[in-house]
Nanobody, 122 residues
């Protein structure tokens, strides 16, 4: 599976941004898809996940503000980020995993998209 991420950008606090991640390969629907982020000087952290059936889970820091969705027919996963805060500033990554964990660890992800920068100004 190859992942191609797009989106991100610069936005003021309170604004919205949308990430998309396009996957190649016929086994996309077999994978749990996740989003992670990494701020300067910090470890990569879990943001959200979505199972093949659409079951979702979010980190507490983004719950209620972010949404994740997937279209298995189009091999895409979307991260919609609303009510953004300066602390959401980071490089965001999509990833594919077969891990059954609710909160996916980065080392459990088999495939990664390239990172996309999100900067939220105060």
């Amino acid at each position: 599976v190859q992942l191609q991420a797009s989106g991100g950008g610069l936005v003021q606090a309170g604004g919205s941004l949308r990430h998309s991640c396009a996957a190649s390969g016929r086994t996309f629907s077999s994978y749990v898809m996740g989003w992670f982020r990494q701020a300067p000087g910090k470890e990569r952290e879990f943001v959200a996940r979505i199972s093949w059936s659409g079951s979702t889970y979010f980190a507490d820091s983004v719950k209620g503000r972010f949404a994740i969705s997937r279209d298995n027919a189009k091999n895409t996963v979307i991260l919609q980020m609303n009510r953004l805060k300066p602390e959401d500033t980071a490089v965001y990554y999509c990833a594919a995993t077969t891990s059954p964990r609710i909160i996916i660890r980065p080392d459990e992800c088999e495939y990664w998209g390239q990172g996309t920068q999100v900067t939220v100004s105060s």
